[in-house]
């Protein structure tokens, strides 16, 4: 079944700068890569996602990279922001009959003022 | 509120006892997905249905864990005679279920604690 890794576990970034998260994925059948924030307490909450037809995504701060060859991709943030400090997970699905999502274990983002 | 609701937000039980709890998802999503999370980990794959039918199960799912959506709408999950691991945060998503929208909308989850 499918593996994903997720690095860093912590990252704590300086207000202003940029912070970037990093996945890898094993199933090469995985076709649908998004990633979630979840504050304290809260729901997960999609940000942003990539299709395996698409290299690159980018929505105002957020932007996502798709390596299909390496089966890594990463989350970009740029200009940090303190609401920017939550846990980040990446998940990876396959587009079968069979579908199911599997998460990474998450990176916790703490954004410094 | 049209998001995914689940009910209750947090459950405190004592270790055999069972357990029901209830996800309505967004109305017009056929697939319907429960994970379970542990503090400082990824939401982990339990088991989905599209409409009525589940189709796929964790081997994390014991017997003691048993889900149905009997109309294809709400869902219900039962542990049965819990184990204090089985304390953990219940998430309930659901996604429109066609292959170009497979955004997954999480529910604010049920709290277990098993003492």
């Known amino acids: 079944g499918e593996n994903v890794e997720q690095h860093p576990s912590t990252l704590s970034v300086q207000e202003g700068d940029s912070a970037v998260i990093k996945c890898t994925y094993s199933d090469s059948a995985s076709n649908y890569f998004p990633w979630y924030k979840q504050e304290l307490g809260k729901r997960p909450q999609l940000i942003i996602d990539i299709r395996s037809n698409v290299g690159e995504k980018k929505d105002q701060r957020i932007a996502v990279t798709l390596n299909k060859t390496a089966k890594h991709f990463s989350l970009h943030i740029t200009e940090t922001q303190p609401e920017d400090s939550a846990v980040y997970f990446c998940a990876a699905s396959r587009d079968n009959y069979g579908q199911n999502f599997v998460f990474g274990p998450g990176t916790r983002l703490s954004v410094l003022p | 509120d049209t998001g995914v609701s689940q009910d209750p937000r947090h459950k405190i039980t004592k270790r055999g006892q069972n357990v029901t709890f209830r996800c309505d998802p967004i109305?017009?999503?056929?697939?319907l997905y429960w994970y379970r999370q542990t503090l400082g980990q990824g939401p982990e794959f339990l088991t989905y249905?599209?409409?009525?039918?589940?189709?796929?199960k964790s081997r994390l799912l014991s017997d003691r864990f048993s889900a149905e959506r009997p109309k294809g709408s709400f869902s219900t999950l039962e542990i049965q005679r819990t184990e204090q691991g089985d304390s953990a945060m219940y998430l309930c998503?659901?996604?429109?279920?066609?292959?170009?929208?497979?955004?997954?909308?999480f529910g604010s989850g049920t709290q277990l604690s098993v003492l």
């Open positions: 998503a659901s996604s429109l279920g066609d292959s170009e929208n497979e955004k997954l909308f």
């Open positions: 249905f599209q409409n009525e039918a589940q189709l796929e």
């Open positions: 109305s017009e999503h056929n697939r």
